[in-house]
């Protein structure tokens, strides 16, 4: 059996002083600021509510109905909606938490479906980056989500389509999922 040594306890020479009396109030402000969720801006408490703390609960409907109203009322928002949107999902596909970008995807979907095509221009950028994310991607169920949210994106009809955007990634990323050369077969389809 292992004996232990008890090591002396390091005593400190003089007591810990702050640098300045200035630091400790910013600290504080910055400790109140964080904690303080009324001082975000609302459309963030908003995105941030519908994400549960497991996401095995899924998507919290009752939130996601609160943030489909505000982005339909306030139509101005949802480019800031869905650039937070497309920070999280970025976020969770880089810390390979498949549950969180599930629930991301189906906000983002809904919210899509809800906005009328006039309010949903700003939006598709966000949309658009966050699909191209998920189709670069390792992992084929994130990839089959991302065309999943392709295809329903180019199922809306638009009032005035807009030629500037450039879908030439989304070209040779669906190409090259055609021509894959996965081991699964299954995978591969």
Do not use: W
Not at 26 to 53: G, H, Q, T
Not at 74 to 84: F, M, N, T, V, W
């Amino acid at each position: 059996m292992k004996e232990y040594v008890q090591v002396p306890a390091a005593e400190l020479q003089e007591p810990y002083e702050l640098p300045s009396a200035r630091e400790p109030a910013a600290l504080l402000c910055l400790r109140v600021c964080c904690c303080c969720s009324a001082l975000r801006p609302r459309y963030k408490r908003l995105v941030d509510n519908i994400f549960p703390e497991d996401p095995k609960d899924g998507l919290v409907k009752a939130d996601m109905e609160k943030l489909t109203f505000y982005a339909v009322s306030a139509p101005e928002k949802l480019d800031r909606i869905g650039s937070y949107l497309a920070e999280r999902l970025s976020r969770d596909v880089v810390r390979h938490r498949s549950g969180y970008v599930l629930i991301a995807m189906e906000a983002l979907d809904q919210l899509l479906m809800a906005c009328h095509s006039q309010s949903i221009k700003p939006f598709v950028e966000s949309f658009l980056h966050m699909v191209a994310k998920l189709l670069e991607s390792g992992e084929p169920k994130l990839q089959v989500l991302g065309t999943n949210s392709f295809v329903k994106f180019a199922n809306i009809e638009e009032d005035t389509p807009s030629y500037h955007r450039r879908y030439d990634f989304f070209v040779s990323r669906f190409s090259a999922m055609c021509h894959s050369c996965h081991s699964d077969p299954e995978t591969r389809t």
